[in-house]
Structures are given as structure tokens and as C-alpha cells.
């Protein structure tokens, strides 16, 4: 069986090098993320690097990642929610104590926390301090 694969790979070798070409070319995002899970050490230094060039996006990320993660675990609807717009449609207005909030002190708050049932949506979140938000925990 070996040898007749040999002189197959042989006789069709043009064929079989377009077909992979095709391949590689059809599905080069798999590709692209495989390859990155393959060398973890290079990955994690390149993610290290970006994240020191825009700490901002950076935090905003990983935030946004964890309210996902904690929806879903929970088994609730989530969205992606963008801080920025409920700092502008809350006016910079904390929801809790009512007194305005600093961009470097803002955080978003749960209505209905995720805990209890709350959906990780626009319309279950408000502005908050993050003081007042760890200070209400998970009640509502």
C-alpha cells in the first residue's frame, strides 16, 4: 500500500500541491489561529506586547470578556456592550449614587446582577463608580 501511495504522490504531484494551495488559501484564518495556539510562549509575549501598547482597549477587552464569560456560565443573554455609549447615554451620571463619574473611575454596573438571573445586555446595565459598584455587590 505504501509503495502504491508513493507513485501516486508521484504521478499527481501537480494536482495534489493545487489542491493544497487551495486549501491553505480557503481556510486561512483556521490556519492563522491554529498556528498561534501552537507556539503558546510567542503568542502570549505578542498579546503582552499589544496590551502594553493600548492599555485602554486592553482592559476594555478583558472586561467586556468577563461579563461574557460570567452570562454564560450563568446561562443568560449576552451582548457586547460598549462602554463608551453607556457612559454617554447614562450622561456620566453614576446609577447608584447619582454624582458624576470620572472615565477613570467608571465602571459598569448590573441592574439585575448576572448571579440572579440579570442578561448581560444594554438595557440591564448602568454607570457606575467602581466604589459603589463593589459596594452593591450582587443586590439590586
Known sequence: ??????????????????????????????????????DREANRLRVERWEAQHPERARKNHLQAQHALRARKAGVATISIDRDAIFERDGGICGICRTPVPKAEMSIDHIVAISKGGPNLPGNVQLAHLRCNKAKRDRH
Open 1 to 38: 500500500m505504501r509503495a502504491y501511495n508513493a507513485l501516486y504522490r508521484r504521478q499527481h504531484h501537480d494536482e495534489l500541491m493545487a489542491k493544497e494551495a487551495a486549501y491553505r488559501e480557503a481556510h486561512k484564518e483556521q490556519r492563522r489561529v491554529y498556528d498561534m495556539g501552537r
